[in-house]
């Protein structure tokens, strides 16, 4: 149990809650450029990391993004 869900401090609740979404953005993502199109100035791309999902029976799985 982490010592700050004892307290009951509703400003350190919010911010426990905000720093869990913050961790779930992506600001900077690693890819692997496939193709460029420089007449659109456009390029295709793929992660260069893997996601990870949950199966209905709990395993979990590496996945592409």
């Known amino acids: 149990m982490d010592r700050r869900e004892r307290i009951s401090d509703e400003e350190e609740t919010l911010r426990m809650a905000f720093d869990s979404q913050l ?3 992506w600001t900077a993502l690693p890819c692997i450029v496939s193709a460029v199109d420089f007449s659109a100035n ?3 791309a793929q992660p260069a ?3 990870t999902t949950t199966n209905p029976n ?3 799985q590496s996945v592409n993004l």
Request: proline share 0%; glycine share 16%.
């Open 23 to 25: 961790a779930n953005i």
């Open 42 to 44: 456009t390029i295709s």
């Open 49 to 51: 990391i893997k996601g």
């Open 58 to 60: 709990g395993s979990t």
